[in-house]
Nanobody
């Protein structure tokens, strides 16, 4: 019953920044986790950042210190502020929220000079 729309991706040079948004609609159940995931060509989907209601944000080692996850509960929107982007950050980024039954379309992030 939950629909997700990711946006904000694009082409950026190494060292640049992007702010991704995830707008959720429908019945969003209360839960402990919501976050961002990514999948690069030929690789499995991996966790990027997760926000836990009780413990706060947690980040993958590869993005720690560079990415920041935040949530606007009133607008049912989640953000991922990405700074100091690297070529290896190139991937399709997806969001995940409680109550989700399937992934959204994702948003492409390409880091290249």
């Amino acid at each position: 019953q939950v629909q997700l729309v990711e946006s904000g991706g694009g082409l950026v040079q190494p060292g640049g920044s992007l702010r991704l948004s995830c707008v959720a609609s429908g019945n969003i159940f209360s839960g402990y986790y919501m976050g961002w995931y990514r999948q690069a060509p030929g690789k499995e989907r991996e966790t990027v950042a997760v926000f836990s209601n009780g413990l706060g944000p947690h980040y993958a080692e590869a993005v720690k210190g560079r990415f920041t996850i935040s949530v606007d509960n009133a607008k049912k929107t989640m953000f991922l502020q990405m700074t100091e982007l690297k070529v290896e950050d190139t991937a399709v980024y997806y969001c995940s929220v409680p109550g989700m039954s399937s992934w959204g379309q994702g948003t492409q992030v390409t880091v290249s000079s």
